[in-house]
Nanobody
Framework: QLQASGGGLVQAGGSLRLSCAAS????????MGWFRQPPGKEREFVAS????????YYADSVKGRFTISRDNAKSTVSLQMNRLKPEDTAVYYC???????????????WGRGTQVTVSS
């Protein structure tokens, strides 16, 4: 089970940190990803991280602004979001996969989303 938290309302240029807590004892064997779904649009890839945390991947739209990280001892994955833009407004979801991927279909488990709203 995955539970995302940390969303909220922030002004453009501000920062937020999302967290996702996982239950179960196999967290460290899963790659983790963050996706988002803007209003009226499809769910899209944001970032992913390998099971070890060594490899990270980002969508071009967030590269240089967002940082994904994980703590396997605490079974958590985080998304630090800096220099937020109004177009970052979306519901953000964390997900678990057997390998890092930007494709939704590779993810086996999904958490409930957390809303991020960036005002201009």
């Amino acid at each position: 089970q995955l539970q995302a938290s940390g969303g909220g309302l922030v002004q453009a240029g501000g920062s937020l940190r999302l967290s996702c807590a996982a239950s179960g004892r196999t967290f460290s064997s899963y790659a983790m990803g963050w996706f988002r779904q803007p209003p009226g649009k499809e769910r899209e890839f944001v970032a992913s991280i390998s099971s070890s945390g060594i490899n990270t991947y980002y969508a071009d739209s967030v590269k240089g602004r967002f940082t994904i990280s994980r703590d396997n001892a605490k079974s958590t994955v985080s998304l630090q979001m800096n220099r937020l833009k109004p177009e970052d407004t979306a519901v953000y979801y964390c997900a678990a996969s057997r390998r890092p991927s930007s494709l939704r279909d590779y993810y086996d488990y999904w958490g409930r989303g957390t809303q991020v709203t960036v005002s201009s």
